[in-house]
Protein backbone atom coordinates (compact mmCIF):
# COMPACT_ATOMS: atom_id res chain seq x y z
CA UNK A 1 0.00 0.00 0.00
CA UNK A 2 1.31 3.11 -1.45
CA UNK A 3 0.67 6.90 -0.01
CA UNK A 4 0.79 9.94 -2.77
CA UNK A 5 4.13 11.36 -1.39
CA UNK A 6 7.30 10.18 -3.30
CA UNK A 7 10.43 9.62 -2.66
CA UNK A 8 12.61 12.62 -3.37
CA UNK A 9 15.01 11.18 -4.61
CA UNK A 10 13.88 7.87 -7.25
CA UNK A 11 10.10 9.29 -6.84
CA UNK A 12 8.53 6.14 -5.95
CA UNK A 13 5.57 6.12 -4.31
CA UNK A 14 6.02 6.51 -0.02
CA UNK A 15 4.53 3.49 1.41
CA UNK A 16 1.14 4.34 3.36
CA UNK A 17 2.24 4.45 6.88
CA UNK A 18 5.55 6.37 6.07
CA UNK A 19 6.24 8.71 8.49
CA UNK A 20 5.64 12.31 7.80
CA UNK A 21 9.42 13.22 8.39
CA UNK A 22 10.39 10.40 6.12
CA UNK A 23 11.33 11.94 2.55
CA UNK A 24 13.30 9.17 0.66
CA UNK A 25 11.70 5.44 0.46
CA UNK A 26 15.02 3.37 1.56
CA UNK A 27 17.90 3.83 3.15
CA UNK A 28 19.81 3.66 -0.29
CA UNK A 29 17.66 6.37 -1.60
CA UNK A 30 18.25 7.96 1.78
CA UNK A 31 22.26 8.42 1.57
CA UNK A 32 21.98 9.01 -1.78
CA UNK A 33 19.94 12.35 -1.37
CA UNK A 34 22.11 13.19 1.80
CA UNK A 35 25.12 12.83 -0.65
CA UNK A 36 23.76 15.15 -3.31
CA UNK A 37 25.20 18.53 -1.95
CA UNK A 38 24.32 21.89 -3.02
CA UNK A 39 24.87 25.17 -0.42
CA UNK A 40 21.91 27.46 0.01
CA UNK A 41 21.64 30.28 -2.12
CA UNK A 42 22.33 34.28 -0.91
CA UNK A 43 19.21 36.45 -0.47
CA UNK A 44 18.10 38.47 -3.21
CA UNK A 45 19.46 41.81 -2.91
CA UNK A 46 18.67 44.79 -4.91
CA UNK A 47 16.53 45.11 -8.09
CA UNK A 48 14.68 42.01 -7.22
CA UNK A 49 14.51 38.58 -8.57
CA UNK A 50 15.82 37.56 -11.90
CA UNK A 51 15.14 34.75 -14.52
CA UNK A 52 17.93 32.57 -15.57
CA UNK A 53 18.21 29.62 -18.43
CA UNK A 54 20.93 26.67 -18.45
CA UNK A 55 20.79 25.11 -21.78
CA UNK A 56 23.13 22.09 -21.74
CA UNK A 57 22.50 20.17 -25.46
CA UNK A 58 24.63 17.90 -26.90
CA UNK A 59 27.82 19.10 -27.94
CA UNK A 60 27.17 20.35 -31.59
CA UNK A 61 27.96 16.84 -33.99
CA UNK A 62 27.27 14.50 -31.13
CA UNK A 63 23.15 14.58 -30.68
CA UNK A 64 22.33 11.41 -32.66
CA UNK A 65 25.41 9.06 -31.08
CA UNK A 66 24.57 10.06 -27.61
CA UNK A 67 21.21 10.72 -27.92
CA UNK A 68 19.15 9.24 -30.94
CA UNK A 69 18.64 13.20 -31.46
CA UNK A 70 18.62 15.35 -34.08
CA UNK A 71 21.50 18.27 -33.79
CA UNK A 72 20.76 21.21 -31.71
CA UNK A 73 20.77 24.45 -33.70
CA UNK A 74 23.21 26.50 -31.61
CA UNK A 75 22.42 29.47 -33.93
CA UNK A 76 19.04 29.35 -33.08
CA UNK A 77 19.01 28.33 -29.01
CA UNK A 78 21.72 31.23 -28.60
CA UNK A 79 19.00 33.52 -30.24
CA UNK A 80 16.53 32.11 -27.46
CA UNK A 81 18.55 32.03 -24.93
CA UNK A 82 18.99 36.22 -25.83
CA UNK A 83 15.68 37.01 -26.32
CA UNK A 84 14.23 34.93 -23.88
CA UNK A 85 16.77 35.07 -21.04
CA UNK A 86 18.06 38.75 -21.17
CA UNK A 87 18.75 38.67 -17.30
CA UNK A 88 21.47 36.23 -17.98
CA UNK A 89 22.01 32.27 -18.96
CA UNK A 90 24.97 29.56 -19.09
CA UNK A 91 25.73 27.28 -22.04
CA UNK A 92 28.07 24.24 -21.65
CA UNK A 93 29.76 23.00 -24.94
CA UNK A 94 33.10 21.03 -25.81
CA UNK A 95 36.15 22.77 -26.26
CA UNK A 96 35.96 21.90 -29.79
CA UNK A 97 32.73 23.78 -30.33
CA UNK A 98 33.93 27.01 -28.48
CA UNK A 99 35.00 28.97 -31.57
CA UNK A 100 32.34 28.35 -33.22
CA UNK A 101 29.64 28.78 -30.26
CA UNK A 102 31.36 32.10 -29.40
CA UNK A 103 31.17 33.42 -32.17
CA UNK A 104 27.12 33.07 -31.99
CA UNK A 105 27.24 35.03 -29.21
CA UNK A 106 27.19 39.26 -29.47
CA UNK A 107 30.22 40.76 -28.15
CA UNK A 108 28.38 43.31 -26.87
CA UNK A 109 26.74 40.68 -24.33
CA UNK A 110 30.22 40.45 -23.25
CA UNK A 111 30.15 36.18 -22.84
CA UNK A 112 32.95 34.69 -20.28
CA UNK A 113 34.21 31.44 -20.90
CA UNK A 114 34.80 29.35 -17.57
CA UNK A 115 35.96 25.89 -17.25
CA UNK A 116 34.43 22.98 -16.13
CA UNK A 117 37.91 20.78 -15.06
CA UNK A 118 36.57 16.63 -14.61
CA UNK A 119 40.02 15.30 -15.07
CA UNK A 120 40.85 11.70 -16.46
CA UNK A 121 42.40 12.19 -20.72
CA UNK A 122 39.71 12.19 -22.93
CA UNK A 123 41.70 12.17 -25.63
CA UNK A 124 42.18 8.99 -27.48
CA UNK A 125 44.70 8.19 -30.07
CA UNK A 126 45.77 11.58 -30.78
CA UNK A 127 49.65 13.05 -30.55
CA UNK A 128 51.34 12.78 -27.05
CA UNK A 129 51.66 16.44 -27.14
CA UNK A 130 48.15 17.05 -26.42
CA UNK A 131 46.83 17.98 -23.40
CA UNK A 132 44.16 16.10 -21.45
CA UNK A 133 40.98 17.54 -23.01
CA UNK A 134 39.07 16.39 -19.41
CA UNK A 135 37.43 19.47 -19.31
CA UNK A 136 34.01 20.92 -21.06
CA UNK A 137 33.12 24.81 -21.42
CA UNK A 138 30.61 26.84 -20.15
CA UNK A 139 29.66 30.33 -20.92
CA UNK A 140 28.18 33.06 -18.66
CA UNK A 141 26.11 35.63 -20.59
CA UNK A 142 24.73 38.42 -18.08
CA UNK A 143 24.01 37.28 -14.22
CA UNK A 144 23.83 39.38 -11.50
CA UNK A 145 26.94 41.58 -10.66
CA UNK A 146 28.92 40.28 -8.09
CA UNK A 147 29.24 42.89 -4.84
CA UNK A 148 32.05 43.74 -2.56
CA UNK A 149 32.58 40.81 -0.30
CA UNK A 150 30.64 38.05 -2.12
CA UNK A 151 32.62 35.10 -1.71
CA UNK A 152 35.36 34.65 -3.98
CA UNK A 153 34.48 32.54 -7.34
CA UNK A 154 36.97 30.82 -9.43
CA UNK A 155 37.11 30.57 -12.95
CA UNK A 156 38.10 27.37 -13.07
CA UNK A 157 36.11 24.19 -11.16
CA UNK A 158 38.26 21.12 -10.50
CA UNK A 159 35.27 18.76 -9.68
CA UNK A 160 35.18 15.36 -11.58
CA UNK A 161 32.50 12.59 -11.95
CA UNK A 162 29.06 12.20 -12.79
CA UNK A 163 26.40 11.09 -10.10
CA UNK A 164 26.07 7.80 -11.78
CA UNK A 165 23.53 7.03 -8.74
CA UNK A 166 20.85 9.82 -9.99
CA UNK A 167 17.79 8.37 -11.06
CA UNK A 168 18.29 8.48 -14.71
CA UNK A 169 22.19 9.32 -15.19
CA UNK A 170 23.16 9.82 -18.86
CA UNK A 171 26.29 10.97 -20.46
CA UNK A 172 26.75 14.16 -20.14
CA UNK A 173 25.58 15.00 -16.79
CA UNK A 174 26.47 16.87 -14.75
CA UNK A 175 26.77 17.22 -10.92
CA UNK A 176 25.86 18.81 -7.63
CA UNK A 177 29.15 20.87 -7.52
CA UNK A 178 28.71 21.73 -11.36
CA UNK A 179 25.43 23.19 -10.56
CA UNK A 180 26.22 25.21 -7.61
CA UNK A 181 29.34 26.92 -9.28
CA UNK A 182 26.97 27.52 -12.05
CA UNK A 183 24.41 29.15 -10.11
CA UNK A 184 27.00 31.21 -8.06
CA UNK A 185 28.62 32.07 -11.69
CA UNK A 186 24.98 33.59 -12.24
CA UNK A 187 24.97 35.35 -9.43
CA UNK A 188 21.85 33.59 -8.58
CA UNK A 189 19.89 33.89 -5.25
CA UNK A 190 17.07 32.51 -3.54
CA UNK A 191 14.18 34.04 -5.38
CA UNK A 192 15.57 33.68 -8.46
CA UNK A 193 14.22 30.84 -11.36
CA UNK A 194 16.27 28.83 -13.21
CA UNK A 195 14.90 27.28 -16.48
CA UNK A 196 16.60 23.97 -17.45
CA UNK A 197 16.24 23.84 -21.52
CA UNK A 198 17.59 19.97 -21.76
CA UNK A 199 16.82 18.85 -18.49
CA UNK A 200 18.27 15.05 -18.78
CA UNK A 201 18.73 13.47 -15.90
CA UNK A 202 16.94 16.41 -14.05
CA UNK A 203 19.95 16.75 -11.74
CA UNK A 204 20.00 20.69 -12.86
CA UNK A 205 16.49 21.00 -11.63
CA UNK A 206 16.99 19.28 -8.60
CA UNK A 207 20.38 20.92 -7.62
CA UNK A 208 18.09 24.30 -8.41
CA UNK A 209 15.57 23.40 -5.72
CA UNK A 210 18.02 22.37 -3.48
CA UNK A 211 19.92 25.70 -3.93
CA UNK A 212 16.68 27.60 -3.58
CA UNK A 213 15.54 26.15 -0.55
CA UNK A 214 18.25 26.77 1.17
CA UNK A 215 18.93 23.00 2.20
CA UNK A 216 22.35 23.40 4.39
CA UNK A 217 24.18 20.67 2.70
CA UNK A 218 27.81 22.22 2.90
CA UNK A 219 27.80 22.42 -0.90
CA UNK A 220 30.88 22.41 -3.01
CA UNK A 221 32.00 26.17 -3.05
CA UNK A 222 32.00 25.66 0.73
CA UNK A 223 34.35 22.67 0.91
CA UNK A 224 36.30 24.13 -1.72
CA UNK A 225 36.72 27.10 -0.11
CA UNK A 226 40.30 27.39 1.28
CA UNK A 227 41.86 24.14 -0.19
CA UNK A 228 44.11 24.51 -2.64
CA UNK A 229 44.16 23.35 -6.22
CA UNK A 230 45.55 19.63 -6.17
CA UNK A 231 43.65 18.88 -3.31
CA UNK A 232 40.49 19.69 -5.68
CA UNK A 233 41.33 17.37 -8.34
CA UNK A 234 39.13 13.93 -7.89
C1 LIG B 1 24.09 16.84 -22.17
S1 LIG B 1 22.52 16.10 -21.96
C2 LIG B 1 21.81 17.06 -20.65
C3 LIG B 1 22.25 16.55 -19.33
C4 LIG B 1 21.60 17.23 -18.15
N1 LIG B 1 22.04 18.61 -17.99
C5 LIG B 1 21.97 16.46 -16.89
O1 LIG B 1 22.84 16.92 -16.15
O2 LIG B 1 21.41 15.37 -16.68
C6 LIG B 1 21.64 16.65 -23.36
C7 LIG B 1 20.16 16.33 -23.33
O3 LIG B 1 19.55 16.92 -24.48
C8 LIG B 1 18.65 15.98 -25.07
N2 LIG B 1 18.66 16.25 -26.52
C9 LIG B 1 19.46 15.75 -27.45
N3 LIG B 1 19.18 16.25 -28.67
C10 LIG B 1 18.15 17.09 -28.50
C11 LIG B 1 17.38 17.90 -29.39
N4 LIG B 1 17.64 17.95 -30.70
N5 LIG B 1 16.40 18.65 -28.85
C12 LIG B 1 16.14 18.62 -27.53
N6 LIG B 1 16.83 17.87 -26.65
C13 LIG B 1 17.81 17.11 -27.12
C14 LIG B 1 19.25 14.63 -24.74
O4 LIG B 1 18.28 13.62 -24.77
C15 LIG B 1 19.83 14.87 -23.35
O5 LIG B 1 18.83 14.60 -22.38
ZN1 LIG C 1 13.61 6.09 -3.37
Same mark, same amino acid.
Given at each position: ?????? #??? #???????? =???????????????????? +??? &?????????????????????? &????????? +???????????????? !????????? =???????????????? +???WYKGGSRRR??????ADNAYE +?????????????????????WWGGR?????? =???????? =??????????? &?????????????????????????????????????? !???????RR
Amino acid at each position: VTSERR #CDW #CNEPLPAD =ARKSMVTCSKRCRQRRQRFR +VDA &AGATPRHGPMRFAYADPPYPGC &ARRYYGHRE +VDHGKLVLRLIREFPD !GWALSTSEA =ALVDVLWLIPRALRPR +VRIWYKGGSRRRGTTSHDADNAYE +VLIIVGGRARRPGDPRLEDVLWWGGRQPTHPG =ALIGMKNA =AFCEWMFRLLG &ATAEDALVDLFPGSGIVTRAWRDFVRGVKRQGAMSRLA !GAGQETRRR
